[in-house]
T-cell receptor, first 116, second 112 residues
Framework: GAVVSQHPSRVICKSGTSVKIECRSLDFQATTMFWYRQFPKQSLMLMATSNEGSKATYEQGVEKDKFLINHASLTLSTLTVTSAHPEDSSFYIC????????????FGPGTRLTVL | GENVEQHPSTLSVQEGDSAVIKCTYSDSASNYFPWYKQELGKRPQLIID?????GEKKDQRIAVTLNKTAKHFSLHITETQPEDSAVYFCAATTGTASKLTFGTGTRLQVTL
């Protein structure tokens, strides 16, 4: 089946620093990738939709200057959390949609971000 | 935009019993409804999905039903096993390039 990897799996950083998270589709091309945030015992909240070669579409309430998204190729999207603060600590999960299989999204393993 | 409600939030069943989780959606244009299983600290895993041109789909012990008129869909797990214990999320989308809207999740616990 389709495999999506995410790196790093866990990161701890100091307040004010930036953190980059990579999401890769390993065996398929993903024209669209999605970035979610999940707080403990809560559902997945979509942050933004990333389209290869174009600007990301952010959900209402998500600061695009704080959460920078780049989707430079059909297999890689990156999320950079800039000037991270403790309230940004969360589980960040990406998903990718195989352009040959309409609708189905495959999720990465997630990145646990802890901001001290 | 789409709004997906999910019930119950927690569900405890005995091993071997059936479990049913229900979701309702608001956007009549939604046409794809996946169900995900998420274990603690892990990624959501697609377990079954259904499209709007189908009323029911079954895969071994798991089945999903869809009522487009009432705008609700349900997940049915029969002969539950301890390894079925996890959080289950329903989702809906209008399809092509559109985002998934997730339900709030159901924590299923299967007891011995």
């Amino acid at each position: 089946g389709a495999v999506v990897s995410q790196h790093p799996s866990r990161v701890i950083c100091k307040s004010g620093t930036s953190v980059k998270i990579e999401c890769r589709s390993l065996d398929f091309q993903a024209t669209t990738m999605f970035w979610y945030r999940q707080f403990p015992k809560q559902s997945l909240m979509l942050m933004a939709t990333s389209n290869e070669g174009s600007k990301a579409t952010y959900e209402q309430g998500v600061e695009k200057d704080k959460f920078l998204i780049n989707h430079a190729s059909l297999t890689l999207s990156t999320l950079t959390v800039t000037s991270a603060h403790p309230e940004d600590s969360s589980f960040y999960i990406c998903s990718a949609r195989d352009f040959k299989v309409v609708d189905t999204q495959y999720f990465g393993p997630g990145t646990r971000l802890t901001v001290l | 935009g789409e709004n997906v409600e999910q019930h119950p939030s927690t569900l405890s069943v005995q091993e071997g019993d059936s479990a049913v989780i229900k979701c309702t959606y608001s956007d009549s244009a939604s046409n794809y409804f996946p169900w995900y299983k998420q274990e603690l600290g892990k990624r959501p895993q697609l377990i079954i999905d259904i499209r709007s041109n189908v009323g029911e789909k079954k895969d071994q012990r798991i089945a999903v039903t869809l009522n487009k008129t009432a705008k609700h869909f349900s997940l049915h797990i029969t002969e539950t096993q301890p390894e079925d214990s996890a959080v289950y999320f329903c989702a809906a989308t209008t399809g092509t390039a559109s985002k998934l809207t997730f339900g709030t999740g159901t924590r299923l616990q299967v007891t011995l």
